[in-house]
């Protein structure tokens, strides 16, 4: 049994139409990213699978519950950090922690272990609206997971987190995969879409493509994708563009994407541009998902 299953999920609002038949399976212990911009669906996603919102169409299950059908029994066995962490500011990390226990009937053991998971002991004392942004993160997590739930849903917890609280944050979700737990994180970042097992790349409420990330990455290969070192670069730069051809820099290298290499060396040569080097590349998750949603 998948402990999480969307099944041809789709959800419209008038004529708007933010999920459009949206189906995956999640692992046990496995971290399944959502990948994509902004408006793609992938809140909208998420609320379909936690119940606050009704499909149109479709069925959402976790851990063998219907949402729609047994929602709070499906509530029983989930956990769910919203990116604005849903805390209260004037309360301290203690009792914002007896009060998510309250709700969710997690016993004293099970809280005692989220706090010492999330490293939250030193500052069970402090109002969560003084504490430092990375820690109100580990907050709202140990909030989310003190009934030890079989799948979790975080929906962009990392959203204006600095780079190294990022880091820890990420270590701290791999804890909860170890032990068993499936995760449902919805993000826009590609290289923290990297450290998922799997990943599914939604754009316009539609899952356009869907596998781990090297798999991804493997599957473009010899769709098109070079790198050369040119002179002028800037020049090159510009009349690639002018060509359509999408094309940057990064330090010496310019990185392009074409069908037909040998038309583009040849205006390159025409325009009286030097190309030294000109090769394959394997493309990155970015090229991937521009490609897909172009």
Do not use: C
């Amino acid at each position: 049994m998948f402990p999480l299953v969307a099944e041809n999920l789709t959800k419209r609002f008038g004529r708007f139409t933010a999920v459009d038949g949206v189906s995956f399976r999640v692992s046990e212990g496995e971290i399944y990213a959502l990948l994509g911009p902004n408006g793609a669906g992938k809140s909208t996603t998420i609320r379909l699978l936690t119940g606050v919102l009704k499909p149109n169409s479709g069925r959402a299950i976790v851990a063998g519950v219907d949402v729609a059908q047994e929602p709070y029994k499906a509530r029983e066995r989930m956990g769910y950090m919203s990116q604005l962490f849903s805390l209260y500011g004037d309360l301290s990390v203690e009792e914002n922690l007896r009060f998510f226990s309250g709700v969710y009937g997690s016993d004293r053991a099970a809280t005692e272990e989220a706090i010492k998971r999330m490293g939250l002991g030193p500052y069970l004392k402090t109002l969560v609206k003084d504490l430092p942004l990375g820690f109100k993160q580990r907050l709202a997590l140990a909030a989310a997971t003190t009934h030890n739930p079989k799948v979790l849903f975080l929906d962009e917890p990392t959203a204006g987190v600095d780079p190294e609280a990022r880091g820890e944050f990420w270590d701290l979700v791999y804890s909860l995969k170890e032990k068993g737990t499936s995760v449902l994180i919805t993000t826009h970042y590609m290289e923290e879409a990297h450290l998922a097992d799997r990943i599914g790349m939604i754009s316009a409420g539609r899952l356009v493509a869907e596998g781990k990330p090297s798999e991804l990455m493997r599957a473009y290969r010899g769709a098109g994708f070079w790198k050369m070192r040119a002179e002028p670069i800037n020049k090159a730069l510009s009349f690639l563009n002018g060509m359509g051809v999408p094309a940057y820099a990064s330090g010496s290298w310019v990185f392009l994407e074409g069908k037909d290499p040998q038309a583009i060396l040849s205006a390159l040569s025409e325009k009286g541009i030097n190309v030294a080097e000109f090769s394959e590349r394997t493309p990155s998750l970015e090229d991937v998902f521009v490609g897909l949603t172009r």
